[in-house]
């Protein structure tokens, strides 16, 4: 449908309708959520952010650690 036939379509409506096609206008303004591109996963920037830090080498082990120094297990 172009521009020209969608504001026939509009003005064709009755004026309830009208009115809820200008509120949905008015909704799709306000979102302001421009979408972005996805990023491949192991390109998002939260994959690596701790890699700098040597704790993180054996992850395991970390997360080991910080089960028995917190729960005991």
Same mark, same amino acid.
């Given at each position: 449908?172009?521009?020209? !036939?969608?504001?026939? !379509?509009?003005? $064709?409506?009755?004026a ?9 206008v +008015?909704?799709? =303004?306000? =979102?302001?959520?421009? $979408? ?10 939260v994959?690596?952010?701790? $890699? +700098? ?5 054996? $992850? ?6 910080? =089960? ?6």
């Amino acid at each position: 449908m172009t521009n020209e !036939e969608l504001l026939r !379509e509009i003005a $064709s409506l009755p004026a309830a309708a009208k009115l809820k096609v200008e509120k949905y206008v +008015d909704y799709l =303004r306000s =979102r302001k959520t421009p $979408s972005k591109p996805k990023l491949p996963l192991d390109e998002e920037p939260v994959f690596g952010m701790w $890699s +700098d830090r040597d704790e993180m080498l054996d $992850s395991t082990a970390w997360v080991r650690d910080i =089960r028995e120094t917190h729960w005991g297990k």
